[in-house]
């Protein structure tokens, strides 16, 4: 079973930024698809962004888009989650997932890490 530990949550003012990291235990980390999605309470779990086993192609919400960045070193077995603008709207528990195949769609994931807390204040 592959372990995925998030870092890098916390309190940020609105505009501000902040760099989610999620670590894996996986010695196969690099044949895994990566993926963030995020839960603020009384909602449903919601993607944010994802990337292929190879980091060459990347998805976002378009909620994120042009304000969020996904990236991954495989050397490391780290994906990481970089943050700009943040809005009020962003703060959740995000959560880092993996799977064999790049998906927006969290039944896809195999494994989950047990998330970090986002809160953007007004």
């Known amino acids: 079973q592959v372990q995925l530990v998030e870092s890098g949550g916390g309190w940020v003012q609105a505009g501000g930024s902040l760099r989610l990291s999620c670590a894996a235990s996986?010695?196969?980390?690099?044949?895994?698809?990566m993926g963030w999605f995020r839960q603020a309470p009384g909602k449903e779990r919601e993607f944010v962004a994802a990337?292929?086993?190879?980091?060459?192609?990347?998805s976002y919400a378009d909620s994120v888009k042009g304000r969020f960045t996904i990236s991954r070193d495989n050397a490391k077995n780290t994906v990481y989650l970089q943050m700009n603008s943040l809005k009020p709207e962003d703060t959740a528990v995000y959560y880092c997932?993996?799977?064999?195949?790049?998906?927006?769609?969290?039944?896809?994931?195999?494994?989950w890490g047990q998330g970090t807390q986002v809160t953007v204040s007004s």
């Open positions: 997932a993996a799977t064999w195949t790049s998906s927006t769609v969290a039944g896809a994931y195999d494994y």
């Open positions: 996986a010695r196969t980390f690099s044949s895994y698809a």
């Open positions: 990337i292929t086993w190879r980091g060459g192609s990347a």
